[in-house]
Structures are given as structure tokens and as C-alpha cells.
């Protein structure tokens, strides 16, 4: 079974100060991890995936596959970053779907 | 490009009675996904079409949920009869393939806010 962990519901920084978005996940295999956010009455988006190893809005994430971690960070947030974040991942094969992670809602604070 | 569209935004019932949501995705993409999201938790998957087949619907209430992709573009998903745990948001999203080399990412709709009362 595939299955993807936030461990914050909610997280909250001040505008100028690093940010980390933890996500653990659990698959038996080589899995693709994403990260998606909705903004404040927007659809649920791509932001990053970690085939691409891009930046993002200046988020980036590392596969860290001895931890099973995907964690999502940014150095210095900006108000506009504030949204709700989900991690997610897709297996391979016949578990070829996409779960996703509860979510974090990031507040950044001026 | 347009957007995954999706009817209607809102809909309250009463629990027993039944409901139908409306998707339409981006034009010429072939995989389409309806994902359940209860208030407070991630999206879950409810059924993935490959054009106008099922890829997926382990997750599917199938004693009350039912949906279809008849001609491998619009779809609809139905709920007959709702129960108070459907209250959730409906999300359509479409994609352009689902094999393992397909990377492409999933594009979603605004979603349907069901009300069950």
C-alpha cells in the first residue's frame, strides 16, 4: 500500500524566514513524488515534481529515499506563498495512481 | 488553454436522495480522475479512465457510486442514495496519458461542494 504523510496540519512563518513542509511517505518501490498547492479560492495545482529537480517559485523539494522523505522548502517566504500544500505520490505498475498527503496550510505572516 | 470544467459548484440534498456531477477535461487529454475530498484530509482517489475505460476505481462506494466516460470525453459521477458521509468536495482532474513514461500532471477542475443533510 502507498501512503503519504504531513505530519503539520498547519504551519506558520514570518515573511523573509525559511520554510520546510514535511512529507514522509510509505511505498514498496521507486514511487514519484509531487508537490501540489491551492491558493486561496484557486484550483489544486502542480507545483513541483521530483523527476524535474526544478525550482519552483524558489521551492524545491529533495527525494531522500533512505528517510522516505520529499520535504518541500523555500529560504525565504513571501506572503504570496501562503496556500494550502499537498504532497503526493504515485506508484508504479498497477498502483499507477496518485494519493495524496492531508495537507499543510502555510501561513506566511508580514 | 481551457480549464477542467466542472457543474455544478454547489449542491445541498437530503441524505437518500441522489446526485450527478459533471466533468469535462482538457480537450485532448485521456486520462480522467474523480477524487473525493473530505473536509480536513488530502484528495482520494475515486475512479481513473483511460479514454473510456476504468483504470482504477478500488476506492469506489460501488453499492452507491457509480460514474461514466461514455464516449471518452465528458464524464459523470452519481451518488444514489447519498448518505451524510458523502458531504465532501467532488474534484475532476485530466491528464494526458497514465503510463509509467507519462509524467504529465494532473490538471483539476474548481470542484462540486456536496451538502448532504
Known amino acids: 500500500a502507498q501512503r503519504v504523510t504531513q505530519p503539520e496540519k498547519l504551519l506558520s512563518v514570518f515573511k523573509g524566514a525559511p520554510v520546510e513542509l514535511k512529507c514522509n511517505y510509505s511505498y514498496s518501490g521507486s514511487p514519484e513524488l509531487f508537490w501540489y498547492v491551492q491558493y486561496s479560492r484557486q484550483r489544486l495545482q502542480l507545483l513541483l515534481r521530483?523527476?524535474s529537480r526544478e525550482s519552483i517559485k524558489g521551492f524545491t523539494a529533495d527525494l531522500n529515499k533512505g528517510e522516505t522523505s520529499f520535504h518541500l522548502k523555500k529560504p525565504f517566504a513571501q506572503e504570496e506563498d501562503s496556500a494550502m500544500y499537498y504532497c503526493a505520490l504515485r506508484g508504479r505498475g498497477s498502483n499507477y495512481k496518485l494519493t495524496f498527503g492531508k495537507g499543510t496550510l502555510l501561513t506566511v505572516n508580514p | 488553454e481551457a480549464g477542467v470544467a466542472q457543474s455544478p459548484r454547489y449542491k445541498i440534498i437530503e441524505k437518500r436522495q441522489s446526485v450527478a456531477f459533471w466533468c469535462n477535461p482538457i480537450?485532448?487529454?485521456?486520462?480522467l480522475y474523480w477524487y473525493q475530498q473530505i473536509l480536513g484530509q488530502g484528495p482520494k482517489l475515486l475512479i481513473q479512465f483511460q479514454n473510456n475505460g476504468v483504470v482504477d476505481d478500488s476506492q469506489l462506494p460501488k453499492d452507491r457510486f457509480s460514474a461514466e466516460r461514455l464516449k471518452g470525453v465528458d464524464s459523470t459521477l452519481k451518488i444514489q442514495p447519498a448518505k451524510l458521509e458523502d458531504s465532501a468536495v467532488y474534484l475532476c482532474?485530466?491528464?494526458?496519458?497514465?503510463?509509467?513514461?507519462?509524467?504529465?500532471?494532473?490538471?483539476f477542475g474548481n470542484g462540486t461542494r456536496l451538502t448532504v443533510t
Open positions: 480537450s485532448g487529454h485521456a486520462t
Open positions: 521530483h523527476i
Open positions: 482532474a485530466s491528464s494526458t496519458g497514465w503510463t509509467v513514461l507519462d509524467n504529465s500532471p494532473l490538471h
